[in-house]
């Protein structure tokens, strides 16, 4: 089995930043692609970022695109969510996810975290 768990989330003021983490465990020796996908209230879960196995391949939401960095440490098992200039509009359920391919649609990706909550305020 493969368990996800993200971590970092919080209340920040907008302009500032924010990191977030997501540990994978279980069959780590297989190479998932990782992706972080968000769910404002209201609103259907919607893809932010994806980065391949070997992490020299990453993909941006345009929303997020100058802003985010997604990044990687196989070593630990770890995947990053690197968030900066935080605005309002970025307040949601941020969720981690693998995958065999490096993909932007969310029912391509087989295991999922149970979300870490990100609040931007004004």
């Known amino acids: 089995q493969v368990q996800v768990v993200e971590s970092g989330g919080g209340l920040v003021q907008a302009g500032t930043s924010l990191r977030l983490s997501c540990v994978v465990s279980?069959?780590?020796?297989?190479?998932?692609?990782m992706a972080w996908f968000r769910q404002a209230l209201g609103k259907e879960r919607e893809f932010v970022s994806v980065?391949?196995?070997?992490?020299?391949?990453?993909s941006y939401a345009d929303s997020v695109k100058g802003r985010f960095t997604i990044s990687r440490d196989n070593s630990k098992n770890t995947v990053y969510l690197q968030m900066n200039s935080l605005k309002p509009e970025d307040t949601a359920i941020y969720y981690c996810?693998?995958?065999?391919?490096?993909?932007?649609?969310?029912?391509?990706?087989?295991?999922w975290g149970q979300g870490t909550q990100v609040t931007v305020s004004s």
């Open positions: 996810a693998a995958g065999a391919m490096p993909v932007e649609t969310e029912q391509d990706y087989p295991f």
């Open positions: 279980g069959r780590t020796d297989v190479g998932y692609a």
């Open positions: 980065i391949t196995y070997g992490g020299l391949s990453t």
